[in-house]
Antibody, heavy 118, light 110 residues
């Protein structure tokens, strides 16, 4: 059973870069069985798909965030990561790392709250 | 503007049946959009109920079912129980590797 755990700073200053890491257990990222997503949820609102990567190198981003987002994989640590530049208060949200396969079958991390504030 | 549309809220009596929908602001939903459904209780991460239109994720009871109804994806809950009181999110594949979520539906069982 795949398990995911987000880690990273819970507070980021406006205009700075948000950086999160997801540690995967139960499956090797190198195996290529899953796509690896980042999804976020502002307080009291719906889910927003940020982007995804795969061991093949294929990476896709939400067009509304594309200019600020980078998602990458570190197979040596069985981790994948998210970087979001130039954050504002609108980026305050719970960030989930997610493993996806079979067209929408998603396994979710517990989520981590990131607040953009000075 | 929300591209993927869901009802903001719904209520159902215990034991009743409810059908939530997931549509596109412009166009129709088909199986090629791979509609998926996620349940989320307050303070918890979502978990997958239905993927690829009508496939039930592991451990999901068969009173949850997915389908296409008219021009929308649908999630039907048959025999609603108290612990179905949750938010329900749908997601659609837009092509080009892109997924979009709807705004979510808050279901109240009372």
């Amino acid at each position: 059973q795949v398990q995911l755990q987000e880690s990273g700073p819970g507070l980021v200053k406006p205009s700075q870069t948000l950086s999160l890491t997801c540690t995967v257990s139960g499956v090797s990222i190198s195996r290529g069985s899953f796509q690896w997503d980042w999804i976020r949820q502002p307080a009291g609102k719906g889910l927003e798909w940020i982007g995804r990567t795969h061991i093949s190198g294929d990476t896709y981003y939400n067009p509304s965030l594309k200019s600020r987002v980078t998602i990458s994989v570190d197979t040596s640590k069985n981790q994948f990561s998210l970087k979001l530049t130039s954050v504002t208060a609108a980026d305050t949200a719970i960030y989930y790392c997610v493993a996806e396969r079979d067209a929408g079958n998603r396994y979710w991390g517990q989520g981590t709250l990131v607040t953009a504030s000075s | 503007q929300t591209v993927v549309t869901q009802e903001p809220s719904f209520s159902v009596s215990p034991g009743g049946t409810i059908t939530l929908t997931c549509g596109l602001r412009f166009g129709s939903v088909s199986t090629s959009d791979f509609p998926s459904w996620y349940q989320q209780t307050p303070g918890q991460a979502p978990h997958t109920l239905i993927y690829n239109t009508n496939s039930r994720s592991s451990g999901v009871p068969d009173r949850f079912s997915g389908s296409i109804v008219g021009n929308k994806a649908a999630l039907t809950i048959t025999g609603a129980q108290a612990d179905d009181d949750s938010d329900y999110h749908c997601a659609l594949y837009m092509g080009g590797g892109i997924w979009v979520f709807g705004g979510g539906t808050k279901v109240t069982v009372l």
